[in-house]
């Protein structure tokens, strides 16, 4: 099963991954995945669970999150920005969100849950282009933004 944001179209085609269902959650963010504080769904997170309970998948089943991307490309510079903290931080709190939901998906339902890690380039001249497609920073701050993410993932994935 895999639940992902923008890239359905990609996720549809049979040559990526057979005997699929693809479920998408509109323009999704990681960062409205999980409250960590109180270990509770947010909204993205309160629509995955209850297509997990109306399905119930067998425990043969395998969840793949593919969404950041837009974290990425708008909420990390944004939130380092405002809250006067470094992209760093902000990106690591995008992994912890998606690992920390990976985490309460196999507690609720006993799933291995893989994360497609999340890229979010966009040419610094067309940031603009269009409207529904914001970018904030720079090319190389959301670069820098995704690798960090990426090596946060892979980090808490060893752990």
Known sequence: MIFDDSHSTTWRTKHFVPNKEV??????????????????????????FPILEKNQPSKDCAIMLCFGEIDIRTQVI????????????????????????AKMLYENFGLITFIWEPVATMSSHFNSFNASFPAVGSEQERNYATRVVSTELRKKSNE
């Open 23 to 48: 479920f998408h959650l509109g323009a999704a963010l990681a960062f409205n995945l999980i409250n960590i504080k109180n270990n509770g769904p947010l909204k993205w997170g309160k629509q995955v």
């Open 78 to 101: 944004k939130r380092a920005r405002l809250n006067h903290s470094d992209i760093e931080h902000e990106a690591n709190k995008i992994a912890n969100k998606l690992i920390s939901f």
